[in-house]
Nanobody
Framework: QPQLVESGGGLVQAGGSLRLSCAAS????????MGWFRQAPGKEREFVAT????????YYSDSVKGRFTISRDNAKNTVCLQMNSLKPEDTAVYYC?????????????????WGRGTQVTVSS
């Protein structure tokens, strides 16, 4: 199974940008649909974005659509999340996840592999 490690989180002012990366080892990422999820304090983990194995199908949550961009580089075994126009409500721990399934792209339950997360804090 792939080992997923997120990086790129940090503290940024509202309106700023961050780029999260997810590096995989142990398995080729091209075998998995990849997603980003986030969990704010006191809230449930929620879907942010997902990208299909070849990058051709992408979904975003309504709350980040137009501001975040998910991408993948299967040759480098990495998935990225470019986050622009950040808002305080984007503050959360962001998780990278991989799924071997071909359904339920936006559902947490379909993802088999998870990283440990990276903290993103947006100040107002």
């Amino acid at each position: 199974q792939p080992q997923l490690v997120e990086s790129g989180g940090g503290l940024v002012q509202a309106g700023g940008s961050l780029r999260l990366s997810c590096a995989a080892s142990g398995r080729t990422l091209s075998n998995y649909r990849m997603g980003w999820f986030r969990q704010a304090p006191g809230k449930e983990r929620e879907f942010v974005a997902t990208i299909s194995r070849n990058g051709g199908i992408i979904y975003y949550s309504d709350s980040v659509k137009g501001r975040f961009t998910i991408s993948r580089d299967n040759a480098k075994n990495t998935v990225c999340l470019q986050m622009n126009s950040l808002k305080p409500e984007d503050t959360a721990v962001y998780y990278c996840a991989g799924s071997s399934k071909y359904y339920g792209a936006t559902s947490l339950s379909t993802y088999d592999y998870w990283g440990r997360g990276t903290q993103v804090t947006v100040s107002s």
